[in-house]
């Protein structure tokens, strides 16, 4: 007798049930190469790169772009952003391979030697459909994160968590001077949640309030850890107002939520 026939949109749906489990996955790719693309779609949609050394492994593993397991990718982190180099964005790079990532996830081990050198630029734009970005740095400048930010279009969630701001000045006001910021002539959405924690986002949100094309979250999660911080909270929630349905302001010296606002719909 041959061999019974299944469907490949059966044998898919098989695959798709067994998403979860990673050993058993594995074992469908060694059934037959037809049921490796669908197997690698849920193995490889969230890629971590927790070290210099994961890095690296990942170029030699797979040299060839076309071959690469990286456009199945929906979720990419890497916390070992001082190992990522201009030469990563090139033709050819791994950095090109993670076209079709919808969430980027960028930050260092949390010290200050981890993020000397640091470049965000060869992460700009590398993924046209990137809608979610989580952005976890100790002193990296607001000028290198914000223009990460403006190099994806289509981007609507945002998550900034910094403790320093090397490039921030303060006047005699108490007002921080920025350097101008180039305005994209097609600016991210913003239509989704944005979070900024701990002090160093504070030029964060004065960028975003800068914008000319202006910011429409439906949510906004802020931590207070200064006087100043007020008016920019404030600012925040005032040109958001007619899209937000969602507010959670906290006030870092006590730890507690001073406003919870949340959508009754």
Same mark, same amino acid.
């Given at each position: 007798?041959?061999?019974?026939?299944?469907?490949?949109?059966?044998?898919?749906?098989?695959?798709?049930?067994? /998403?979860?489990?990673?050993?058993?996955?594995?074992?469908?790719?060694?059934?037959?190469?037809?049921?490796?693309?669908?197997?690698?779609?849920?193995?490889?949609?969230?890629?971590?790169?927790?070290?210099?050394?994961?890095?690296?492994?990942?170029?030699?593993?797979?040299?060839?772009?076309?071959?690469? +397991?990286?456009?199945?990718?929906?979720?990419?982190?890497?916390?070992?952003?001082?190992?990522?180099?201009?030469?990563?964005?090139?033709?050819?790079?791994?950095?090109?391979?993670?076209?079709?990532?919808?969430?980027?996830?960028?930050?260092?081990?949390?010290?200050?030697?981890?993020?000397?050198?640091?470049?965000? &630029?060869?992460?700009?734009?590398?993924?046209?459909?990137?809608?979610?970005?989580?952005?976890? =740095?100790?002193?990296?400048?607001?000028?290198? &994160? =914000?223009?990460?930010?403006?190099?994806?279009?289509?981007?609507?969630?945002?998550?900034?968590?910094?403790?320093?701001?090397?490039?921030?000045?303060?006047?005699?006001?108490?007002?921080?001077?920025?350097?101008?910021?180039?305005? +994209?002539?097609? +600016?991210?959405?913003?239509?989704?949640?944005?979070?900024?924690? $701990?002090?160093?986002?504070? +030029?964060?949100?004065?960028?975003?309030?800068?914008?000319?094309?202006?910011? $429409?979250? /439906?949510?906004?999660?802020?931590?207070? =850890?200064?006087?100043?911080?007020?008016?920019?909270?404030?600012?925040?929630?005032?040109?958001?107002?007619?899209?937000?349905?969602?507010?959670?302001?906290?006030?870092?010296?006590?730890?507690?939520?001073?406003?919870?606002? /949340?959508?009754?719909?």
């Amino acid at each position: 007798m041959s061999s019974p026939y299944l469907p490949p949109e059966l044998l898919d749906h098989i695959v798709d049930i067994l /998403r979860r489990k990673r050993k058993a996955l594995r074992n469908c790719c060694l059934v037959s190469r037809s049921w490796v693309p669908r197997t690698r779609k849920h193995l490889f949609a969230h890629v971590k790169f927790g070290t210099e050394k994961n890095l690296e492994s990942w170029k030699e593993i797979f040299p060839d772009p076309s071959t690469s +397991p990286a456009r199945y990718a929906k979720t990419l982190s890497v916390d070992c952003a001082r190992a990522v180099t201009a030469a990563d964005a090139e033709p050819g790079g791994w950095i090109g391979t993670f076209s079709q990532v919808t969430e980027l996830e960028v930050g260092s081990q949390r010290t200050y030697a981890d993020e000397v050198g640091v470049s965000l &630029v060869p992460l700009h734009g590398f993924s046209p459909t990137l809608k979610s970005l989580h952005v976890d =740095f100790i002193f990296l400048p607001s000028s290198e &994160v =914000f223009d990460l930010v403006l190099s994806f279009p289509l981007l609507e969630d945002l998550t900034v968590i910094t403790s320093y701001d090397m490039l921030s000045v303060s006047d005699d006001d108490g007002s921080d001077e920025l350097p101008a910021i180039v305005q +994209p002539s097609n +600016p991210p959405i913003f239509t989704g949640t944005l979070e900024l924690s $701990r002090g160093g986002t504070r +030029p964060i949100a004065h960028r975003l309030l800068s914008l000319q094309s202006g910011i $429409r979250f /439906r949510k906004l999660i802020l931590m207070q =850890f200064h006087e100043e911080d007020i008016s920019l909270t404030t600012g925040l929630v005032e040109v958001c107002s007619h899209t937000l349905e969602s507010l959670d302001i906290t006030c870092s010296l006590t730890g507690a939520s001073v406003w919870d606002l /949340r959508s009754t719909q």
